[in-house]
Structures are given as structure tokens and as C-alpha cells.
């Protein structure tokens, strides 16, 4: 993997020199594990001038899914505990004989940006922007692996929790145990808290989960992800308890799927991000569902859980292949509960044959 490291590194390398700054400081740990492999705890990544340098301020406690480092890259750890890695980048900058330096300020803290100048003074500090989370919104297919094995591994976690007996557990404690079930099959952790929501919980977006226990009759919807090698996926799909469902949640549940399916439809490489929203809230606005909607009905997914792009009303720009996003329509009605149904998928021409899947649990509306 050295070579790819090497290569998302030149890429960065070119773009800061053409914009005037020859070196580089990367400090947002997803940036830092983009470029170097590994995210040792508050690690940071100078992009000199004459070498490239992880910095660190104490040997690094990884494990393995904190990744491994670039074989190619020299590491530079501090000479006594307590100083700032980012501070002690820009000194070596200088070292090198930059006379400028780009820096993540939406990422950098006031105190920690004056702390630079102060040390390296001779510095012309810019902005890098968000030019590696540009960089990082096409995937490799070393990165889609990763997460098509993080799918595979939440729909496993999945498929077991529905064969269980599930009334009377709470929601707290189902979502404890399908954390617990990803790890089990291999993953690093969860891709974020998972959700499980019932009854009147069901159907909202980042329900946290509650001592509520299962009944009969209830919507149950679970929203979960897994983490493998550091990317991060997700899936959420809704069931009905113990019953047949009634015939309002028949009809709420056939609406997501129509407004989710209208949505993978949609993305094709070329699309605007907001017109792969607007094909998926659409469904749901022509029922009369406008209150209430999530403000995007997908995003790109990474080495975090929300990357660029938004799939939203107002967002700018168009899909490329090899952008894996999740489709997440929803609604949920106070008082009774509501539905959700989230995949990710991964943006491919119709030539290769369009979007692909990566969660595949079933979307039938099981009644469990």
C-alpha cells in the first residue's frame, strides 16, 4: 500500500504547490490515516518541503484497526512528552526551508494556529481547505473492499439479531448486542451508535436508543454500521413485531421503499447530488409528507460515517464513479412511529451495471 499513500500524497503536493504554498500540514485525523495509512492519537502529517514527516508526541498505541503506518514514511516523535505535534510540524517545516505552509484551519484551533506562527514566524500560512476530503470522495477499490466487508459484516450482525426472540428486550439492549455482534465478525467497531428505535421511536433519524422495551404490533427500525480497516458503512432497515402489520404501515412502509428506490435509481455518475435527492423526496412530498423531512436524503461514506457528498436540496456538484453514498429516505409520524430504510452503495456506470449494492439485507417488510 505504500505506493498508493505515496501517490494520494503527490497528488496533495501538486495541488498546494499550485495554489503557492510548498509545504503542508495535515491535521484532521481522517486526512492524516487518507495519506499515511495509520491515526496514531493526535498524530499529524507535515507534507515537507524536502520529506514528508508523521509527527507524534508519543510512541503511538495502535491497534489494528488504527491501521498501518506507510513503510515509505519517516516518523518523527517528539523528544518529551507534552509538546504539540502540529506545532512542532511547522518548526520542521522551517527546518526544511519552506517559507510557506498550508494548514486544515477548519480544523486547527485558534490557540494552536497562533501557537505556529509564534514558533515559526517566517511562516506564510494558508489554507488548505478541504482538499483531501475533495481528494478522498472518489474511492480506490482498495477502499470499496473495505467496505463492502464492513457491509457484509452489519448485514451478518443483522440477519442474527432477526432470528432472535425480540419482545420484551429494550432498545438499549439490542443495539448493545449488534455492536457487540460486529465485532464478533471481524469489524473494528461500530461505524457510530447504533440505532434501534420503537413503537413511537421508530423511524427517527439518530434515535438514541432508550430502556423501551419491544411490543407487539410495534415498527422496529435499527440503523447500524460497521468499521473495517478504518471505513465506515451503514444500513437501516424497518420490521413489524409479532404481527401482521396493519394497514398504515403497510402503506408508510411501500412509500420509503418507493422513495428509497427512487433515490438508488438516481445515481448514475453525471448526476447532480440534488437531483438524486430531489428524486427520492419527491415520492414522499406527492404523498404530503413535507414536514418533518430529513434535510438530505443521503451522503458519502468513508473513512468517516458523513463524508462529502450531501445528497440535499441545495447541495452543488455531480456524482463521479467509485463514490460510495448511502440512500436514506424516511418518515416518521410523532406519536405512532415511522419507517426508514438506509443502504449504502457505490456509484458505477450503467456500462458496469449501475449502482452497487452493498447492504443487501432483504428490504421486504418483515413481520418478525
Not at 515537507?48 to 489494528?64: F, I, N, Q, R, W
Not at 435527492?277 to 458519502?300: F, I, K, M, N, W
Request: with cysteine; hydrophobic share 40%.
Amino acid at each position: 500500500m505504500s505506493e498508493v499513500y505515496e501517490a494520494r500524497r503527490a497528488r496533495l503536493r501538486e495541488r498546494c504547490n499550485a495554489s503557492g504554498s510548498v509545504a503542508a500540514l495535515i491535521s484532521r485525523p481522517a486526512n492524516v490515516r487518507y495519506l499515511t495509512g495509520v491515526t496514531p492519537h493526535d498524530a499529524v502529517l507535515l507534507l515537507g518541503k524536502t520529506e514528508d514527516l508523521l509527527v507524534y508526541g508519543a510512541p503511538p498505541e495502535t491497534s489494528a484497526g488504527d491501521g498501518r503506518p506507510d513503510e515509505g514514511l519517516r516518523i518523527h516523535a517528539l523528544p518529551s512528552p507534552g509538546g504539540d505535534p502540529a506545532v512542532a510540524a511547522a518548526d520542521l517545516a522551517a527546518a526544511q526551508g519552506a517559507d510557506s505552509l498550508a494548514v486544515e484551519e477548519h480544523h486547527l484551533t485558534v490557540g494552536r494556529h497562533r501557537a505556529i506562527v509564534s514558533v515559526a514566524p517566517r511562516l506564510r500560512l494558508g489554507d488548505l481547505g478541504g482538499a483531501v476530503e475533495q481528494q478522498r470522495v472518489i474511492k480506490g477499490e482498495e477502499e470499496i473492499s473495505c467496505l463492502r466487508i464492513g457491509a457484509e459484516i452489519a448485514d451478518q450482525a443483522l440477519g442474527e439479531l432477526l432470528e432472535s426472540i425480540l419482545v420484551g428486550r429494550t432498545e438499549r439492549h439490542l443495539a448493545l448486542e449488534l455492536e457487540r455482534r460486529l465485532v464478533d465478525h471481524g469489524a473494528d467497531g461500530p461505524a457510530f451508535r447504533t440505532s434501534v428505535g420503537t413503537g413511537p421511536n421508530s423511524g427517527r433519524r439518530g434515535h438514541r436508543p432508550t430502556d423501551r422495551r419491544v411490543e407487539e404490533g410495534d415498527f422496529l427500525s435499527v440503523c447500524l454500521g460497521a468499521t473495517y480497516r478504518g471505513y465506515r458503512g451503514e444500513i437501516g432497515r424497518t420490521f413489524v413485531i409479532g404481527t401482521s402489520p396493519a394497514d398504515w404501515q403497510i402503506e408508510l412502509y411501500d412509500l420509503v421503499f418507493a422513495s428509497q428506490r427512487a433515490g438508488r435509481e438516481a445515481l448514475v455518475p453525471g448526476a447532480a447530488y440534488r437531483d438524486v435527492d430531489r428524486a427520492a423526496r419527491q415520492v414522499l412530498d406527492s404523498a404530503g409528507y413535507t414536514e418533518g423531512l430529513p434535510p438530505c436524503t443521503g451522503h458519502g461514506v468513508g473513512l468517516e460515517i458523513d463524508e462529502d457528498p450531501q445528497l440535499a436540496p441545495a447541495a452543488m456538484g455531480k456524482l463521479d464513479a467509485c463514490v460510495p453514498v448511502t440512500v436514506e429516505p424516511g418518515v416518521h409520524l410523532p406519536g405512532r412511529g415511522g419507517v426508514r430504510i438506509d443502504d449504502t452503495l457505490v456509484v458505477r456506470p450503467e456500462a458496469d451495471g449501475g449502482p452497487e449494492l452493498l447492504t443487501i439485507t432483504t428490504k421486504e417488510l418483515l413481520a418478525l
